[in-house]
């Protein structure tokens, strides 16, 4: 399986700030999603990271609070923008290289003041 | 939709059998299971594809009906390693296999010496 990493590992922002979360394969892969994690909560997909285009955001997710880049088959990038308290989060990158399954990355604890 | 997961938590004794089921109200292409521990990222399990279909992974396998939308993960023998949140994760027909994929509450397992 692919190796996925993801920085930063954890952070601690203030309030009214921002945060890009970056995921880096070591190998081409057809998909990349990005989920959120709330503590001690189930996984929710936040959207799909799609290669040269806008990404296909979840219902309750949207770009300007969640804006994501995927310049190509290898790397991609989740800003969680003006955070608040409320998006202190375990965030997470998967990927699928030709076929399923997804695999995870190692996630990145976000804690927001 | 959210699938459900059941039961939310059981506790075992070393070597005992656990079966954790996960249902869903939409017909499913793929149903994918995870064991998450406290702190890392979610680890893959196995993933069911076709009606009917039955895995196995060492100790672990499990069956996928596609009638009643329906997995169950089967622990036999378990180990003190097995500890852990068991999630799984579904992907809807309309998805056709290139959706990110929607997680159940999770159970949480605990295994005792």
Known sequence: SAVISQKPSRDICQRGTSLTIQCQVDSQVTMMFWYRQQPGQSLTLIATANQGSEA?????????????????????????????????????????????????????????? | QQPVQSPQAVILREGEDAVINCSSSKA???????????????????????????????????????????????????????????????????????DGLTFGKGTHLIIQP
């Not at chain 2, 998450?36 to 992974?57: D, N, S, T």
Request: hydrophobic share 35%; net charge neutral; proline share 5%.
């Open chain 1, 56 to 113: 296909t955001y979840e219902s309750g997710f949207v770009i300007d609070k969640f804006p994501i880049s995927r310049p190509n088959l290898t790397f991609s990038t989740l800003t969680v923008s003006n955070m608040s308290p409320e998006d202190s989060s375990i965030y997470l990158c998967s990927v699928v290289a030709l076929l399923p399954p997804q695999y995870f990355g190692p996630g990145t604890r976000l804690t927001v003041l």
């Open chain 2, 28 to 98: 499913l292409y793929s149903v994918h299971w995870y064991r998450q521990k406290h702190g890392e990222a979610p680890v893959f399990l196995m993933i069911l594809l076709k009606g009917g279909e039955q895995k196995g992974h060492e100790k672990i396998s499990a069956s996928f009906n596609e009638k009643k939308q329906q997995s169950s993960l089967y622990l036999t023998a378990s180990q003190l390693s097995y500890s852990g949140t068991y999630f799984c994760g579904t992907e809807s027909v309309e998805g056709g296999g290139a």
